[in-house]
């Protein structure tokens, strides 16, 4: 776990995505994030059409979105 901004900065290091630190873990609170990393997927009129850790899923979150964008 990323518990000081030090360690989040060695961390991002080396890394292509961007990465936000919640000090205190306020959002991770407010937004209900369980795991990390956490996605959503919104359709266009704003409704979360799916939730859940993307790693090792991306075949299936590809047909999520084949079959929400249309």
Avoid: C
Avoid at 27 to 48: C, E, W
Avoid at 53 to 66: F, I, Q
């Amino acid at each position: 776990m990323m518990d000081t901004l030090e360690k989040a900065k060695e961390f991002a290091v080396g890394h292509s995505f961007p990465l936000y630190y919640d000090k205190g873990a306020d959002a991770t609170k407010q937004y209900g994030i369980r795991v990390f990393p956490m996605g959503y997927l919104i359709d266009r009129t704003g409704n979360v059409v799916w939730e859940g850790s993307p790693m090792g899923l991306e075949d299936k979150v590809g047909a999520v979105v084949a079959n929400t964008v249309k």
